[in-house]
């Protein structure tokens, strides 16, 4: 077993700054134990975890959200559950929204330009 890491260790190691990883604690997307002199411990779960909510909150997922959500984030992605699934489509419907207006915007200035 790997020994547990503080929250500097784990900052490293997710890519997370320390205080993101006091945030998502305050949010409720972190749940360290405790040691005796009051540091922050967290396993190798912890890592995976951090790097999943900020893959997911860098795809437009909200980390409010994400916390509701916390316990389907330890799974893999083939088992997350219902309402996780549910809200990964919704931003995928939204983000095919947003290219499509970015598209047309682009057409747009597009057409602006060689009107010149």
Same mark, same amino acid.
């Given at each position: ?8 260790? #784990? ?18 997307? #972190? ?29 437009? #997922? ?13 799974? +893999? ?5 219902? +309402? ?9 419907? +939204? ?22």
């Amino acid at each position: 077993m790997t020994s547990p890491l503080k929250i500097g260790d #784990l900052a490293r190691e997710s890519g997370a700054s320390v205080r993101m990883l006091r945030f998502y604690e305050q949010l409720g997307l #972190l749940a360290p134990v405790r040691n005796a002199a009051g540091y922050r411990l967290y396993d190798a779960a912890d890592v995976a975890l951090v790097r999943k909510v900020r893959l997911l909150n860098q795809a437009g #997922l909200p980390l409010k959200t994400l916390a509701l959500m916390r316990d389907c984030l330890r799974d +893999e992605p083939q088992d997350f559950c219902a +309402e996780l699934r549910r809200a990964l489509h919704a931003q995928q419907a +939204e983000i095919a929204r947003q290219m499509v207006l970015l598209r047309q915007s682009q057409a747009l200035l597009a057409s602006l330009l060689e009107d010149r």
